[in-house]
């Protein structure tokens, strides 16, 4: 409860249980517990430190203190002294190691960004007033930037995760799927259509309307995503469809459905209303998902940036090296930089 972070069954500590019971002597020869973005740091600098966004997300911080639960740690069976110092986003780690500063022929100092990627992600939201934000990819990561942790009983029962951000901010968000299934229909269909044909497909099947729950675990590796889609609509007493322009418009408006689902949660616990959306990452150029999120939700959609996790990491690094000042500083600039597309509902 005090980490704070949703039952996801790939977290770390379920990783890390899955060693100590299976295989105790890998974690009895471990020295450190570097998650990847630290290891590459630690080649880098030599340095051995754990960064705080990604450490938040495997289930082993407190929520409230931001260091290791050594409690936690303890009742795992697990050595709470191969975890290292918590570093937050923003920390000067060190120069290169000499080496490599050789071989390469220059030195330079690193800089910790948000190495968890939704969180450099979400610090390129382009708003400065309080919005909900879709981290869109292959996952969806949809929820609101907030001052401290939202850790009551109905953030628990609807699942919801509070993952670290930049300057102790939390990302308070639920994980849902994403645009893996349409990456899964792609590749059944021999990768004949493009992203943009099966958004073009979609709109000819404008007449198609089963959906599917796309959270169903059914859905993370079927053997035929097509298949498995047209599957379940038959046992839930839909069409199923039968066109690759039924099935991406099934999956587009299945996701807009559950973006609608976890808006009205996260409107439910904060107790008030949300009007703008902004659509982040790769997702984003979906612009019938785009419009679609703003048809079902009613609220203002704003699409944009595209890479919005490498704009975070540089962000990250500026406002250390004080060329920014501030966040909002900082978004101002992204707003200023990259285009921004907005979405409103289209009355029918």
Same mark, same amino acid.
């Given at each position: ?173 639920? +994980? #849902? ?6 990456? $899964?229909?792609?590749? @059944?269909?021999?990768?004949?259509? *493009? ?117 975070? +990491? #540089? ?6 090296? $004080?060329?920014?000042? @501030?966040?909002?500083?900082?978004? *101002? ?16």
């Amino acid at each position: 409860f005090e980490t704070g972070i949703q039952f996801q069954k790939f977290n770390t500590i379920y990783q890390l249980y899955y060693l100590k019971k299976n295989h105790p002597e890998i974690l009895d020869k471990a020295k450190s517990f570097l998650m990847i973005p630290d290891y590459l740091n630690f080649l880098l600098t030599g340095v051995k430190a754990n960064e705080y966004t990604n450490a938040t997300s495997t289930q082993l911080v407190n929520a409230f203190t931001k260091q290791w639960d050594k409690e936690l740690i303890e009742q795992l069976g697990i050595n709470p002294s191969m975890f290292h110092e918590i570093k937050p986003p923003k920390t000067k780690l060190g120069p290169m190691r000499k080496e490599l500063a050789e071989e390469f022929g220059f030195d330079m100092e690193v800089i910790l960004p948000a190495t968890h990627d939704t969180g450099s992600a979400v610090l390129s939201v382009p708003s400065a007033n309080e919005t909900i934000y879709l981290s869109s990819g292959t996952w969806s990561l949809i929820g609101v930037e907030n001052r401290f942790p939202i850790c009551v009983p109905k953030a628990m029962d609807y699942n919801f995760t509070n993952e670290g951000g930049i300057d102790y901010r939390f990302r308070f968000l639920k +994980n #849902i799927m994403g645009l893996w299934i349409i990456q $899964e229909v792609k590749r @059944n269909y021999l990768d004949h259509y *493009s992203f943009a044909d099966f958004v073009d497909l979609a709109h000819e099947a404008g007449h198609f309307t089963s959906k599917v729950e796309v959270d169903d675990q059914r859905f993370l590796k079927p053997e035929n995503m097509v298949e498995e889609i047209r599957k379940y609509c038959a046992e839930t007493d839909q069409v199923p469809p039968s066109t690759p322009g039924e099935v991406a418009k099934c999956v587009f408006d299945s996701l807009a459905d559950r973006y609608k689902q976890a808006i009205r949660q996260i409107e439910e616990i904060f107790e008030k209303e949300f009007s703008t959306i902004n659509v982040i990452g790769g997702g984003c150029q979906n612009e019938m998902l785009n419009q679609l999120i703003a048809d079902s939700t009613g609220k203002e959609v704003l699409a944009g940036p595209v890479e919005a996790t490498a704009i975070g +990491n #540089i962000v990250s690094q500026l406002l250390s090296l $004080e060329e920014l000042d @501030n966040i909002n500083q900082a978004r *101002s600039l992204i707003r200023r930089s990259f285009p921004i597309k907005q979405y409103v509902k289209v009355s029918v």
